[in-house]
């Protein structure tokens, strides 16, 4: 059972603060080592901030050891009543700059309460004053993780942060997403077009559209997900692709698909060309934001393709 703050003894409080410091060093070490490739910056003071809380601990350990020798008693936050629950986000998937410098912030900030806490309830006036030190500490820490994005844009670093987080945001989620989508809008117009003409009947249509991008969404999805782990060309977890681009495909599929619930089939066709074009445009325009291809160039390949497929189904279906 959880002990009550008020009722922790002078030897309890130090090994709960010996035990705090060593926790909190090792959740810095964890955030700097998951950084460290794509943000430098961020990973070199997470590594300062972690040397500094193995500074605290030490001069703790001396303190406990002059007052009541090597044994340590096993008292950890979640003994406690009142420390708040620290979820593993160390180990989540996907780790942003901004949550792990709100993440400090509120470490040092719950750190701080603590010694200023503690440092009114101890005897020893030699514990008192390396507990106050420690909280002045702690405020200066959660002062920088405060204001780290102000010092990062002023040193420049936070540019190449930003930089690099639109690199792996392309890389892992425009990149299959932009795939799906252009395979759902393109791959699909043969069969949804050659139904139309082929039955002119709207419904017809709508299931053979409906058929044919969730069919693509499901072979694109599981054949981004198995292409690569992930684990050598920083691409992210493979089912998070995945799952990315099965619903941009299906989703590039539905749009010139859903036309086609409209009864009239000559008014179905000219609603149906026009979501094409609309998508052709956006996913050339995706192209030449994200991938950095003219804007042109990009419009003439996506359209072109688009354009040969669509004859290919009318044909097809006018057979």
């Known amino acids: 059972m959880a002990k009550a703050f008020h009722e922790l003894t002078e030897r309890e409080i130090l090994a709960l603060a010996i035990a705090l410091e060593e926790e909190d060093g090792k959740i810095y070490g964890a955030f700097a080592d998951r950084l460290r490739a794509d943000y430098p910056a961020t990973a070199t003071a997470l590594g300062r901030m972690q040397e500094e809380e193995a500074g605290h601990r030490h001069r703790l350990l001396e303190a406990y050891r002059q007052r009541f020798g090597e044994q340590l008693p096993l008292i950890r936050r979640q003994d406690v009543k009142g420390f708040v629950d620290r979820k593993p986000l160390w180990l989540a998937r996907v780790l942003t700059v901004a949550r792990v410098r709100h993440e400090a912030e509120m470490m040092e ?94 419904w017809d249509a709508f299931l053979v559209g409906m058929a044919a991008s969730v069919g693509a969404g499901i072979s694109m999805g599981f054949a981004e997900a198995l292409s690569d782990d ?62 950095d291809t003219p804007f042109l ?23």
């Open 297 to 319: 160039s990009a419009a003439f390949q996506v359209i072109l393709g688009g354009v040969l497929v669509f004859i290919a189904g009318v044909l097809i279906g006018s057979a």
């Open 109 to 202: 900030f719950e750190t701080r309460r603590f010694y200023e806490a503690v440092a009114q309830r101890t005897t020893d006036a030699g514990i008192r004053q390396l507990l106050d030190d420690l909280a002045q500490e702690e405020r200066k820490h959660s002062e920088m993780a405060e204001h780290f994005e102000k010092q990062q844009a002023a040193s420049g670093a936070r540019a190449e942060e930003d930089a690099a987080a639109r690199r792996i945001f392309v890389l892992q989620i425009v990149q299959p997403g932009l795939a799906g989508l252009m395979d759902g809008s393109v791959s699909t117009l043969a069969p949804l077009f050659a139904a139309a003409f082929a039955t002119r009947n709207s």
């Open 230 to 291: 992930g684990a050598l060309s920083g691409r992210g977890h493979p089912w998070l692709r995945g799952g990315v681009c099965g619903i941009m495909t299906t989703l590039g599929g539905i749009g010139h698909t859903l036309p086609f619930l409209i009864p009239d089939f000559r008014l179905a066709i000219g609603v149906a060309a026009t979501v094409v074009a609309v998508e052709l445009g956006v996913i050339s325009w995706i192209r030449h934001h994200y991938m």
